[in-house]
């Protein structure tokens, strides 16, 4: 039995800040750096560009996180970094840039307590991904295959808030219900690398919450207790025996027809079919499983479906999805 003391856990807990204050205030360059040399003191084979970092783990699960954020000039170290020892948070009139370094951090964390997941680290998340699509292109794909092959889903650590998830264009509720049970509370978000990693590498990805609030500002400040909340739901995710999660994209309208009440769609909705019947023209419900376009004409639809076309090449690019046929239109 291993008996921890109250020095010990203080000690530890002074190493876990001390980790945590440098990957808020090192410069990009630095943290590249410092979690290649940390992965590959844990045992990990290194692939690691300008763009990205990545190391293949035992466990079949991708956890994701990003270096850049919209604060830094990233040649200089955050020096005004402030830590609230009673309300346990930092903050720094900087900024903090804890989105995402802070995910950082939890990547760092979980493979420091023995964990062995596949890991990657991007640049770029906050100016539209591109770290998240250089590693899909690298090797002309193929580092990218491996990946999806050797993988069951992809976890990413940069969503705002305490014990929220967000799924993006995911539609596979048997995921929605494995992530539910950890604790995490389903929400909606726009963008994160997980948009550009999920449908390309054909996997169901959640984005879990760092502990920031109010990113993108001068105001931002990072709560280290749902910080730590986090690690810990995803310390006794990680080694749970599940299968592959499938991604389940649905941005595919795949028919519509003329009814005396109104129009009907068939949306994808995972792998199934589901006709809605929709009487309302103005009315507009998107839901993260679930999507439903209304269209009051034939010309509308057809600008739908261009749209959704134009959707699908930007995140599918090395994959084939077509849009089925559909009538009328």
Same mark, same amino acid.
């Given at each position: 039995m291993t008996v921890t003391t109250a020095t010990t856990a203080t000690k530890k807990g002074a190493s876990n800040l001390n980790l945590?204050? /440098?990957?808020?205030?090192?410069?990009?360059?630095?943290? #590249?750096?410092?979690?290649?040399?940390?992965? &590959? !003191?844990? *045992?990990?084979?290194?692939?690691?560009t300008h763009d990205f970092v990545h190391g293949k783990g035992s466990l079949p699960v991708l956890i994701n996180a990003h270096a850049d954020t919209v604060h830094e000039?990233?040649?200089?170290?955050?020096?005004?970094l402030f830590f609230d020892a009673e309300r346990r948070t930092f903050w720094s009139p900087q900024g903090l840039g804890a989105d995402d370094r802070s995910g950082v951090y939890v990547l760092l964390k979980i493979v420091k307590d023995g964990l062995r997941p596949s890991v990657l680290m991007t640049d770029g998340e906050e100016y539209g991904?591109?770290?998240?699509?250089?590693?899909?292109?690298?090797?002309?794909?193929?580092?990218?295959?491996?990946?999806?092959?050797?993988?069951?889903?992809?976890?990413?650590?940069?969503?705002?808030?305490?014990?929220?998830?967000?799924? /993006?264009?995911?539609?596979?509720?048997?995921?929605?219900? #494995?992530?539910?049970?950890?604790?995490?509370? &389903? !929400?909606? *978000?726009?963008?994160?690398?997980?948009?550009?990693?999920?449908?390309?590498?054909?996997?169901?990805?959640?984005?879990?919450?760092?502990?920031?609030?109010?990113?993108?500002?001068?105001?931002?400040?990072?709560d280290v207790s749902a910080l730590e909340r986090t690690i810990k739901a995803v310390k006794r995710m990680l080694p749970t025996k599940t299968g592959r999660f499938s991604d389940d994209t649905q941005l595919a309208l795949v028919n519509k027809k003329r009814k005396s009440d109104g129009c009907a769609f068939y949306v994808v909705d995972g792998n199934k079919h589901t006709e809605k019947y929709l009487d309302d023209p103005d009315c507009h419900d998107f839901e993260p499983d679930e999507l439903e376009l209304m269209y009051g004409d034939d010309r509308e639809l057809k600008h739908a479906l261009t749209y959704?076309?134009?959707?699908?090449?930007?995140?599918?690019?090395?994959?084939?999805?077509?849009?089925?046929?559909?009538?009328?239109?």
């Amino acid at each position: 039995m291993t008996v921890t003391t109250a020095t010990t856990a203080t000690k530890k807990g002074a190493s876990n800040l001390n980790l945590l204050k /440098y990957c808020l205030s090192a410069t990009k360059k630095e943290l #590249f750096h410092f979690v290649t040399q940390e992965l &590959k !003191r844990s *045992g990990y084979q290194i692939i690691k560009t300008h763009d990205f970092v990545h190391g293949k783990g035992s466990l079949p699960v991708l956890i994701n996180a990003h270096a850049d954020t919209v604060h830094e000039d990233e040649r200089k170290r955050v020096k005004n970094l402030f830590f609230d020892a009673e309300r346990r948070t930092f903050w720094s009139p900087q900024g903090l840039g804890a989105d995402d370094r802070s995910g950082v951090y939890v990547l760092l964390k979980i493979v420091k307590d023995g964990l062995r997941p596949s890991v990657l680290m991007t640049d770029g998340e906050e100016y539209g991904g591109w770290g998240a699509s250089a590693f899909l292109d690298h090797d002309d794909c193929s580092l990218a295959l491996e990946v999806s092959k050797n993988n069951n889903y992809i976890i990413g650590l940069d969503r705002r808030g305490d014990m929220e998830s967000v799924f /993006y264009d995911c539609a596979n509720r048997d995921f929605f219900r #494995f992530i539910k049970k950890f604790g995490f509370k &389903k !929400r909606r *978000g726009s963008f994160a690398d997980n948009s550009t990693l999920s449908p390309f590498l054909e996997l169901a990805a959640a984005n879990l919450s760092a502990g920031y609030y109010h990113e993108h500002t001068k105001s931002e400040y990072l709560d280290v207790s749902a910080l730590e909340r986090t690690i810990k739901a995803v310390k006794r995710m990680l080694p749970t025996k599940t299968g592959r999660f499938s991604d389940d994209t649905q941005l595919a309208l795949v028919n519509k027809k003329r009814k005396s009440d109104g129009c009907a769609f068939y949306v994808v909705d995972g792998n199934k079919h589901t006709e809605k019947y929709l009487d309302d023209p103005d009315c507009h419900d998107f839901e993260p499983d679930e999507l439903e376009l209304m269209y009051g004409d034939d010309r509308e639809l057809k600008h739908a479906l261009t749209y959704l076309q134009s959707l699908l090449v930007n995140t599918r690019r090395c994959n084939q999805l077509f849009l089925s046929q559909y009538a009328g239109a």
